[in-house]
């Protein structure tokens, strides 16, 4: 029998504002290296969406989901995909 797992849909959606000074936080953030090199952007980041309301608790990192960080197990972070998500939305569109 099929188990009927239940997601939380808010999760998947955030909105919060994205000033420029938020995105280029993010790009760096996306930019550096994980585990090691990122540590300073992360933590830019971190505060800047504790600024905005993005985050429900001020969360201890991993708290946005990085595309190259292999060593977190993103599925038991939904919230962290979802400020991915609205960050990465909000991205100007490379030529």
């Known amino acids: 029998m099929p188990v009927r797992r239940r997601t939380n849909r808010r999760t998947n959606r955030l909105d919060f504002p994205v000033s420029p000074e938020l995105a280029a936080a993010f790009e760096a953030y996306i930019d550096s290296d994980p585990p090691g090199g990122w ?20 969360f201890c990192p991993p708290f946005c989901f990085h595309p190259r960080d292999t060593a977190t197990r ?8 979802a400020i991915y998500r ?3 939305s909000a991205r100007p569109q490379k030529d």
Do not use: I, K, N
């Not at 540590?39 to 001020?58: I, M, N």
């Open 39 to 58: 540590w300073t952007e992360q933590w830019r980041l971190h505060d800047l969406l504790h600024e905005v309301g993005a985050l429900a608790l001020p």
């Open 74 to 81: 993103w599925e038991h972070s939904p919230e962290a995909v």
């Open 86 to 88: 609205r960050l990465a």
